[in-house]
């Protein structure tokens, strides 16, 4: 059965099933297996709101070209992909339940392309979903790692395309920026929202992380819908920029 991953307007979307919250009317679906990038808004004011040394306003938000001058995307065999997911894998199995300690009996998905458990040579993005319980329910994390090069949009851009309600840019130390963006989807009822960590870095690398205030994988263990984004945006910031995730 085909079953991808959910997607942002950057990719287009995957299974519906996996990402629609309840009660909501499933859009179309598209081809392409990029993890729906967006992020909260809705009753996380507190938590969504940026650092001092973050911008704001989406003139604010950097427009810098991406991907760096000169960068060009490795082509990788599907063996080193898998190598590459394997050591990825190991690191996440121990990190985190470090970053997110309500994170109980966590689970990765197979990395994957544009279908679940499929890697192929030449593939330029891997993706998985951390899915875990804590004293809610269960909810699941979502992981792209782009190769360098591959990503195509800026910061600024990002955020346009993804009609973010929130969004804002943090210049880390090293020169490198996480963007964090809060989308709200509708659902006819009470709206839904994710929020998601990009971190832009300096070699072309993008890696991005999704919570939910809901569990985005359905299933008939699906979990709760919650008052909350699942994860805080620290903690999106510290998964998203850890060294050991990248092709």
Known sequence: MKHRLAVSTLGALVVLSVLTPPGSAAPVATDSARPQIGVDA???????????????????????????????????????????GAAMGERLAKSFPQVVPEAQNMQLTPWSGEWTGVIEDGQDYLTTWAVYHDKIGRTATAYQIEAPGHFTSSPRKWCEINSTTICTATKQPDGSLVLHGV??????????????????RLDGTVVWTSAYDYDPIFDPNQGPNRDKIALTTAQLTELATDPALHL
Do not use: Q
């Not at 969504?48 to 991406?66: F, G, K, M, V, Y």
């Not at 989308?183 to 832009?200: Q, V």
């Open 42 to 84: 809705g009753g996380h004011l507190s938590r969504a709101t940026p650092a001092p040394a973050a911008t704001s306003r989406l003139s604010e938000i950097p427009d810098i070209p991406w991907p760096p001058a000169g960068v060009v995307p490795p082509k990788h065999s599907a063996e080193k992909l898998r190598e590459f």
């Open 183 to 200: 989308s709200k989807i509708e659902t006819g009822k009470e709206p839904r929202h994710i929020e998601s960590a990009l971190h832009y």
